[in-house]
């Protein structure tokens, strides 16, 4: 009867890890492989545990976690081994905290709970429910880790959970080879709950610490991006304003070519056209708009589509964005047409539509509307980046959000299935 209890106690131990690691970390490994490697860890934990001996029990636990969690989740060394110490206290903890209460109030031994099958699925029922629940609340507030996640500051937290096991390990030690009274029963119970509640707090710090690491990076890549945009798009506005001195003296630089020409000078007529040529390249710039940053912005998108073969429609007509940031402005067209154009290239039908039109005297709508064959991976009502560079995941569209935010406007994304096509809306409030 004790082997049937083991083998449904260590498939449910496998279920709430699986659990709490697919909340916590992505997956690196199909479905299959998962399972896979989650039915050998329970062999192998279920064949140590016929030994009796409550440490290698213990140990396979940590073992076989730490395997699993490496083969099948994108977590790095230091996540992987702070996260199953974390499990390992949460299991010890709430066993004990059951355990000891129960061997009080049927005044017996803790370890003779073994020898009575009513008493000891009672207790497999309680610790189990208990370990299930406090694993089920940390992984729904947990928040989702990366693997290239610098973190250093979290091997300080690796103390206490570590320590804790060693604690409770001494607590079951001292139970199963020493007579105790009910007063050291108390004692340890109030023992085992304090350093569950002591590893609920240590895993709140390391939640935030994360979190707050996480925001940084977002900040600092989305800070990194919009400057890096802003000193290139500077430097095309200023190549489009040489381009434009150099249109406007286009009738002196034809004159002095007709002089050389006429008076049978083609050398140095060449010369001069190859000097002109030298001196400044002639950029064939569309005006989309007499606003210079947005002509800029757009223009390079127009003749990425146009060597991309990507059929690109504007209609932005003129728009007064005077009342935002240039840097939002960047930010936000740049983004909008830089997903636009990820998406339409590997398409069949190619196309981009850009349109930006005023809505009364106080709302700007900007619409950019793209082909786009494969649905968009979703998470609930967010869209994922579809990007091979990971570490830019979901920046573009959180920055379009809080730029709309900003402006106290809006954002909303959706695709069409029917058509093929995903669209992005953004509205933006004129403050002015």
Known sequence: MNKVYYLLIFLFEQFVAYMYFKN?????????????????????????????????????????NILVVFICFGA?????????????????????????????????QLTEYMNDASVMLFETIATKSLYFLVVYIFSKISFKEKNKLKNDFSL???????????????????????????????????????????????????????????????????KQKAEINHEYYAELERQYDLSNILIHDIKKHLGVVRTYLTGNETDKAISYIDSVYESNEIQSLKQFSKNKLINVIVSRYAQLCRNNEIE???????????????????????????????????TAEKRIDLFVENKNEHYIIVKVRNSCDTPPTQKGNRFISSK???????????????IAQKYDGSSDFEYDDRNKTFCAVVMLKNKI
């Open 312 to 346: 690109f429609e504007t209609d932005i007509r003129n728009v007064d964005f005077s009342f935002m940031d240039e840097s939002d402005l960047t930010a936000l067209l740049d983004n909008l047409l830089e997903n636009a154009f990820e998406a339409a290239k590997s």
């Open 156 to 222: 300080s937290l690796f103390v206490l959970p570590l320590s804790s096991v060693f604690t409770l390990l001494c607590l079951m030690y001292l139970t199963a080879h020493l007579e105790l009274d009910q007063f050291t029963y108390i004692i340890f119970i109030v023992i085992s709950f304090v350093l569950l509640l002591s590893n609920v707090i240590v895993f709140f710090v390391h939640e935030k610490v994360v979190s707050t690491l996480v925001e940084n990076s977002e900040y600092q890549l989305e």
């Open 388 to 402: 091979q560079n990971k570490n830019y995941h979901g920046i573009g569209i959180k920055s379009i959000e809080r």
């Open 76 to 108: 790095t060394i230091k996540q992987n081994i702070f996260n199953v110490l974390l499990l390992e206290v949460i299991m010890i903890a709430t066993e004990l905290i059951i355990m000891y209460p129960v061997s009080i109030l049927l005044d017996i």
């Open 24 to 64: 916590k970390f992505e997956t690196k490994r199909n479905a299959f492989v998962i399972i896979i490697c989650y039915l050998l860890s329970f062999a192998v934990q279920f064949s140590v545990s016929l030994t009796g001996m409550a440490e290698l029990n213990i140990l396979s636990f940590l073992i076989c």
